[in-house]
């Protein structure tokens, strides 16, 4: 690879580092600080490093290379992933940001849950502390895979050293900064992904001849690759309408991902959501669309024999290293390395902070000092990261799939639960419980029988997970007249 290439990633490697050190001296002297940031994100850090840590490689990776393998059906994805965050910032936002600092200002999800329901057993926290601990693991991994499969499709690196080399700067501004640097990071790469993003299908329509040689384009790739007449043109070719629920239902996992609604726990002001949704919304909007038409163009490309591809999730590097100056193409690879490192920083984060404040001061050493517990979290951001690249050692996984199961499991397991914990006052502990314990089991088992491909598994398991908190609420005791009262607080105050 070129020097001029080199010099590029080497200055965002030294970006992100540097964000870490100064988020170090800012604010890292108690856990509100380490995992939260101190409540002082703005509205723009909240939506572009919400954004960034919830695309990941799968932006720019793996929905292209969906779409260039499976045509314009695998688009639906995108569709349901817009509508779905739109509602977290409708539904969930205003009264998670409010509950939590009213709620002994809890600082994760399970410190939430455990306040929301008057739970003195721990049964609570520490159940939604494990949910974290397994899929963010899992979906960790997802993301070292993408590293991997970068290093060996851009930077001519051993998958092992890619996953080492992604694993690697992650845990340094991680470790140091804690959420600030997450956030702060985030942001930085929630905007070189939107021009590369932008930039990328732009220039390579112009290489197949502009914007009229598309259609004719898509007609001779489908015809070239034996693929259904309307495969890379018609959103319903090759698809049903179960596969288009099971598409559009990768929204529903929004109301249940750790890693996004802490944004909302961060944010300054309950008023700066209605700023920050608009910003996220028409990021993703336009990031989406162009990691489509990524995938699409990419199709024409190399059927019109400019380029060869082994795996169609590297069809964005193939455009970086083939269409551009080595000084832009090293730019275009950091947008990679931006939509892999800005979610697994974000994952690494939540999952220590569980391990940490839930597991840690929770329940091992309830009264842990402040040092303690941001000194467990860091060595706690170590152990995961290790894990993960652990389970990322097979280069031939899928980064959809990857993504697709955790992403699921968060969804079911905590989606329902935090839907019904903000909006419904007779909502139990037990209920909490029976709605995590049956959502995630619905999952797990629903793609170990195979039952994926007829059905995505947040379907059936979000559903599920519904029908357990409310039956099961219906039959047990409701929170304490306290705790009851707190609900009707946090109601008032965002309405």
């Not at 979610?343 to 329940?363: F, H, K, M, N, P």
Request: hydrophobic share 55%.
């Amino acid at each position: 690879m070129q020097s001029a290439t080199w010099f590029s990633l080497g200055l965002y490697f030294a970006l992100m580092i540097g964000i870490g050190f100064y988020a170090w001296r800012k604010a890292n002297a108690t856990a509100q600080g380490y995992m939260l940031g101190g409540r002082d994100l703005g509205a723009g850090v909240t939506a572009l490093s919400a954004g960034a840590s919830d695309m990941s490689g799968w932006l720019l990776m793996g929905l292209p290379g969906a779409v260039y393998s499976g045509g314009l059906a695998a688009a639906w994805i995108g569709i349901g992933l817009t509508i779905g965050a739109y509602m977290n910032y409708r539904i969930v936002g205003p009264r998670l940001r409010t509950y939590t600092e009213l709620a002994n200002d809890a600082i994760t999800i399970p410190d939430f849950l455990e306040e929301r329901f008057g739970d003195t057993s721990k049964l609570l926290r520490v159940a939604a502390a494990a949910v974290i601990i397994v899929f963010f693991t899992l979906y960790c991994s997802a993301g070292m895979v993408a590293g991997g499969k970068f290093a060996v499709a851009a930077l001519g690196m051993d998958y092992l050293n890619g996953v080492a080399l992604a694993a690697g700067v992650v845990v340094l501004y991680v470790l140091f900064g804690g959420f600030l640097a997450v956030s702060l990071t985030d942001f930085v790469q929630g905007c070189i992904m939107f021009v590369g993003l932008v930039l990328v299908p732009i220039i390579a329509i112009g290489a197949i001849g502009g914007w009229g040689a598309i259609g004719a384009g898509l007609a001779v790739t489908e015809a070239s690759r034996g693929l259904a007449a309307g495969t890379l043109t018609n959103w319903l070719t090759g698809t049903s309408i179960i596969g288009i629920i099971s598409a559009a239902a990768w929204g529903l996992g929004y109301f249940g991902q750790p890693h996004i609604i802490v944004r909302f726990m961060a944010i300054r002001r309950v008023q700066d959501l209605r700023v920050a949704r608009r910003i996220n919304i028409g990021w993703m909007a336009i990031s989406l669309a162009g990691a489509i038409a990524t995938g699409l163009i990419g199709a024409i490309w190399v059927a019109q024999g400019h380029g060869r591809i082994t795996d169609p999730e590297t069809i964005f590097i193939l455009f970086a290293n083939t269409l551009f100056h080595p000084l832009i193409t090293g730019f275009l690879l950091a947008a990679i390395l931006a939509a892999i490192m800005s979610t697994i920083s974000s994952q690494l984060l939540v999952t220590a902070s569980s391990l940490a404040e839930d597991i840690w001061r929770g329940v091992i050493r309830p009264g842990a000092s402040e040092g303690s517990v941001v000194g467990i979290g860091r060595a706690s951001v170590v152990l995961v990261a290790g894990v993960s690249a652990l389970l990322a050692m097979d280069p031939d996984s899928s980064i959809l799939s990857l993504v697709s199961n955790a992403w699921a499991g968060f969804g079911a397991a905590f989606g329902p639960v935090i839907i019904a914990s903000l909006w419904w006052r007779s909502a139990t502990r037990w209920g909490a419980l029976a709605g995590m314990g049956v959502g995630a089991a619905v999952v797990i088992m629903w793609i170990m029988m195979g039952w994926s491909e007829a059905m995505y598994e947040i379907v059936p398991g979000f559903a599920a997970a519904s029908i357990a908190i409310w039956a099961v609420s219906k039959v047990t005791e409701r929170p304490d007249a306290d705790h009851l009262t707190l609900f009707g607080r946090a109601a008032d105050a965002v309405r």
